[in-house]
């Protein structure tokens, strides 16, 4: 066993030490780095947002570029992951009824996820071109792609598009585990489908359902290549926060582009906090690493019980294999 | 079953049993069913479809909005492979850089999954979280610093990567990783742990239980993982897009983006769509032939 840990265990602190080292190089910028060329900026990069706005004018009226792209980015957000679960769920509840041509329907879901995402912003650029098929479907002329509210709504669709089929796989491998005869009770207690569906279904898939939502919003928060291939840059009624720190970033100015994009990662931070808290969202999923979280807190209930009765303190009982499931 | 153990049934009365009559309301679900499926078919294939007839039109039509190509024209797979849009190479380069990050993620990454399936140690519930949020990260707060350090703007780093394999493969390894360690957690935790105290009962090392026993036996769920990295690392945009500036150095995704075609300033609709085709129809072969793999893959390892 100590072999494995001294063979195993090194990857796994490289792997972690290389991870942590990209992410907190990150920070460097921002705090200020000291060298040749640059001085200590302190703070002053994330103060000039507000004292030194650069005012854009994108769907939301005028404002500074990085507010701009917070909303946008929120917005984004917010309509993508909504419609998505909505989508993905329906997709999963159909696909569960199904009893043949489940494997074409997943042949058939799995195409969005494998086309790369530029790919797919390309495709529904021209989809949705002013002369394109879109206006030809709707009988409209919308400019889809000229830099208005239009184009945000074209890069909802894409987006949707691409991602719901994901989440109904995810949703779809949670109600296969859901037993055939917790609906049969249901039945017999008389409930109708949609009871069934809210009752069961839904808090059920419900931790399979949150760890997908959770993982498609902080992607949607870094979105980046579909509205650059789609609407393409500097059209601010689409930018994101990591486009807006990309064009930063390549115009050399790399302590704004390093300021703006720790806004997005503070942003992303704090959402994924409030999901794991709010929602319960189990990310980790590793049933051992709860039961070692739970044992110590016991082992701390318990010491504090025998020393406020004056017994002595038991001793941890420790081992190092594990059989995959939890004993304590 | 019915037949062997009541053998007073009569056949029309199993042929009754087994044919239990349906209802208005199974049809109906039935039949909703069907075209509920229908609609996820059409919802997931017609803008796939739309490019696909997109890139068989003529190079001038680009923009027309027949649904059958008409003439069928293989003219924009010929513009693709023009020399000015350089996308052989762009193939070629993304071909390299996916085939060596999934290679290097799988090697660190079987041993760190292996170790954290496997052993008990503290703080692996913080290792796990760390690695789940390590694939969270948001690609454009490490590229900056990383853009920084490439274009040799650090005193201590006075190598200049920008357009090489290393400046696209190393960040690419950010987001590999974890997803690559995080799958095969959950196929290693599958493994029942008999497996190794059996082949060190029979007197393997540890480390001869991992190689022979458990390797082979993972087999499956590695290959998955290749699949899902390299498909990942292959659909790579921002990274590419950021370090490699020379047309030469572009992967397939970037050079798409590039995509300016020869029939000047309008946009080369059917080239664009033909390189799309290109790129995609590898990939959609390769997750149709191991489509179940793929979908125990992405549920079991709940890896986005």
Redesign the interface.
Same mark, same amino acid.
């Given at each position: 066993?100590l072999?494995?840990?001294l063979?195993?265990?090194f990857?796994?602190l490289? #792997?972690?030490r290389?991870?942590?080292f @990209?992410?907190s190089?990150?920070v460097?910028?921002t705090t200020g780095v000291l060298?040749?060329g640059e001085h200590f900026a302190g703070l002053s990069n994330f103060t000039d947002i507000f004292s030194n706005p650069t005012l854009v004018v994108g769907v939301w009226g005028s404002m500074d570029r990085l507010v701009n792209a917070f909303i946008n980015t929120t917005f984004f957000t917010v309509v993508c992951v909504v419609a998505e679960t909505i989508i993905g769920v329906?997709?999963a509840v159909?696909?569960s009824?199904?009893?043949r041509?489940r494997?074409?329907?997943?042949?058939?879901?799995?195409?969005?996820?494998?086309?790369?995402?530029?790919?797919? @912003?390309? $495709?529904?650029a021209?989809?949705f071109?002013a002369?394109?098929?879109a206006n030809?479907l709707l009988g409209q002329n919308i400019l889809w792609l000229a830099d208005n509210s239009y184009s945000q709504w074209a890069v909802i669709v894409a987006d949707v598009?691409k991602t719901a089929?994901?989440i109904?796989?995810?949703t779809l491998?949670g109600l296969q585990t859901i037993p055939d005869e917790v609906y049969e009770a249901a039945r017999v207690d008389g409930a109708s489908g949609w009871q069934q569906f809210t009752r069961i279904t839904l808090p059920l898939v419900q931790p399979?359902l949150v760890?997908?939502v959770l993982?498609?919003t902080?992607?949607t928060?870094?979105m980046?290549?579909l509205p650059?291939?789609m609407i393409g840059p500097g059209k601010y009624s689409v930018e994101t926060?990591?486009m807006f720190?990309?064009f930063e970033?390549n115009a050399l100015r790399?302590g704004p @582009?390093?300021a703006y #994009?720790?806004v997005?990662?503070l942003y992303?931070v704090l959402v994924?906090f409030l999901f794991v808290k709010l929602l319960g969202a189990d990310?980790?999923?590793?049933p051992?690493?709860?039961a $070692? @979280?739970e044992a110590r807190k016991r082992r701390k209930v318990a010491a504090r019980q025998a020393k406020a009765e004056g017994r002595p303190v038991p001793k941890p009982v420790r #081992?190092?294999?594990?059989?995959?499931d939890s004993p304590s | 079953m019915t037949t062997q153990t009541h053998v007073h049934t009569s056949a029309e009365e199993v042929h009754a049993l087994a044919h239990r009559k349906r209802s208005g309301k199974d049809i109906a *679900?039935?039949v909703?069913?069907?075209i509920?499926?229908a *609609?996820? *078919?059409i919802?997931?294939?017609a803008?796939?479809y739309?490019?696909i007839v997109?890139s068989l039109r003529l190079p001038t039509m680009g !923009?027309s909005?027949d649904f059958i190509p008409n003439p069928v024209s293989f003219a924009n797979y010929a513009g693709v492979f023009d020399p000015s849009n350089n996308f052989g190479r762009a193939i070629i380069n993304s071909i390299i850089v996916s085939t060596v990050v999934t290679v290097l993620t799988l090697l660190?990454?079987i041993?760190?999954a292996?170790?954290?399936? !496997?052993? !008990?140690?503290r703080f692996?519930?913080a290792?796990?979280?760390?690695?789940?949020?390590?694939s969270?990260?948001?690609?454009?707060?490490?590229?900056?610093?990383?853009?920084?350090?490439f274009t040799g703007?650090?005193?201590w780093f006075p190598l200049n990567w920008m357009n090489t394999y290393q400046a696209l493969i190393i960040?690419s390894?950010?987001f590999g990783?974890?997803l690559c360690?995080w799958n095969l957690?959950a196929f290693f !935790?599958?493994?029942?742990?008999?497996l190794e105290q059996a082949a060190m009962v029979d007197g393997c090392?540890?480390?001869q239980a991992?190689v022979r026993v458990i390797l082979p036996l993972a087999a499956p769920g590695i290959f998955t993982t290749a699949i899902i990295t390299f498909?990942a690392v292959?659909?790579e945009?921002?990274i590419a897009?950021?370090f490699a500036t020379r047309s030469d150095m572009y992967t397939a995704?970037?050079a798409?983006?590039k995509f300016t075609g020869q029939y000047g300033f309008d946009t080369p609709?059917g080239s664009?769509?033909a390189a799309?085709v290109l790129?995609?129809v590898p990939?959609?072969i390769?997750?149709?032939v191991f489509?179940r793999r793929?979908?125990a893959g992405?549920?079991a390892g709940?890896?986005?």
């Amino acid at each position: 066993m100590l072999v494995i840990a001294l063979v195993v265990g090194f990857p796994i602190l490289f #792997s972690v030490r290389e991870s942590l080292f @990209a992410s907190s190089s990150g920070v460097d910028p921002t705090t200020g780095v000291l060298q040749s060329g640059e001085h200590f900026a302190g703070l002053s990069n994330f103060t000039d947002i507000f004292s030194n706005p650069t005012l854009v004018v994108g769907v939301w009226g005028s404002m500074d570029r990085l507010v701009n792209a917070f909303i946008n980015t929120t917005f984004f957000t917010v309509v993508c992951v909504v419609a998505e679960t909505i989508i993905g769920v329906a997709m999963a509840v159909i696909m569960s009824k199904a009893f043949r041509g489940r494997g074409l329907v997943r042949a058939a879901i799995l195409v969005p996820w494998a086309i790369p995402t530029i790919v797919s @912003a390309k $495709m529904w650029a021209l989809i949705f071109d002013a002369n394109g098929v879109a206006n030809k479907l709707l009988g409209q002329n919308i400019l889809w792609l000229a830099d208005n509210s239009y184009s945000q709504w074209a890069v909802i669709v894409a987006d949707v598009w691409k991602t719901a089929p994901f989440i109904g796989l995810l949703t779809l491998a949670g109600l296969q585990t859901i037993p055939d005869e917790v609906y049969e009770a249901a039945r017999v207690d008389g409930a109708s489908g949609w009871q069934q569906f809210t009752r069961i279904t839904l808090p059920l898939v419900q931790p399979a359902l949150v760890v997908a939502v959770l993982f498609r919003t902080l992607d949607t928060m870094r979105m980046f290549d579909l509205p650059f291939g789609m609407i393409g840059p500097g059209k601010y009624s689409v930018e994101t926060l990591s486009m807006f720190a990309y064009f930063e970033n390549n115009a050399l100015r790399y302590g704004p @582009a390093a300021a703006y #994009s720790i806004v997005l990662f503070l942003y992303i931070v704090l959402v994924a906090f409030l999901f794991v808290k709010l929602l319960g969202a189990d990310v980790v999923g590793d049933p051992e690493a709860k039961a $070692m @979280a739970e044992a110590r807190k016991r082992r701390k209930v318990a010491a504090r019980q025998a020393k406020a009765e004056g017994r002595p303190v038991p001793k941890p009982v420790r #081992s190092t294999i594990t059989s995959g499931d939890s004993p304590s | 079953m019915t037949t062997q153990t009541h053998v007073h049934t009569s056949a029309e009365e199993v042929h009754a049993l087994a044919h239990r009559k349906r209802s208005g309301k199974d049809i109906a *679900v039935l039949v909703g069913g069907i075209i509920g499926m229908a *609609v996820i *078919v059409i919802y997931c294939l017609a803008p796939f479809y739309w490019m696909i007839v997109s890139s068989l039109r003529l190079p001038t039509m680009g !923009r027309s909005t027949d649904f059958i190509p008409n003439p069928v024209s293989f003219a924009n797979y010929a513009g693709v492979f023009d020399p000015s849009n350089n996308f052989g190479r762009a193939i070629i380069n993304s071909i390299i850089v996916s085939t060596v990050v999934t290679v290097l993620t799988l090697l660190f990454g079987i041993l760190a999954a292996y170790a954290l399936a !496997r052993l !008990r140690f503290r703080f692996k519930g913080a290792v796990l979280a760390i690695i789940i949020a390590c694939s969270m990260f948001p690609g454009i707060t490490l590229l900056i610093p990383l853009f920084k350090l490439f274009t040799g703007s650090y005193p201590w780093f006075p190598l200049n990567w920008m357009n090489t394999y290393q400046a696209l493969i190393i960040p690419s390894l950010s987001f590999g990783l974890p997803l690559c360690v995080w799958n095969l957690t959950a196929f290693f !935790r599958q493994l029942p742990v008999e497996l190794e105290q059996a082949a060190m009962v029979d007197g393997c090392t540890p480390g001869q239980a991992f190689v022979r026993v458990i390797l082979p036996l993972a087999a499956p769920g590695i290959f998955t993982t290749a699949i899902i990295t390299f498909i990942a690392v292959w659909n790579e945009f921002l990274i590419a897009l950021t370090f490699a500036t020379r047309s030469d150095m572009y992967t397939a995704t970037v050079a798409i983006s590039k995509f300016t075609g020869q029939y000047g300033f309008d946009t080369p609709w059917g080239s664009i769509m033909a390189a799309g085709v290109l790129l995609t129809v590898p990939l959609i072969i390769l997750v149709l032939v191991f489509q179940r793999r793929i979908v125990a893959g992405l549920t079991a390892g709940g890896v986005k």
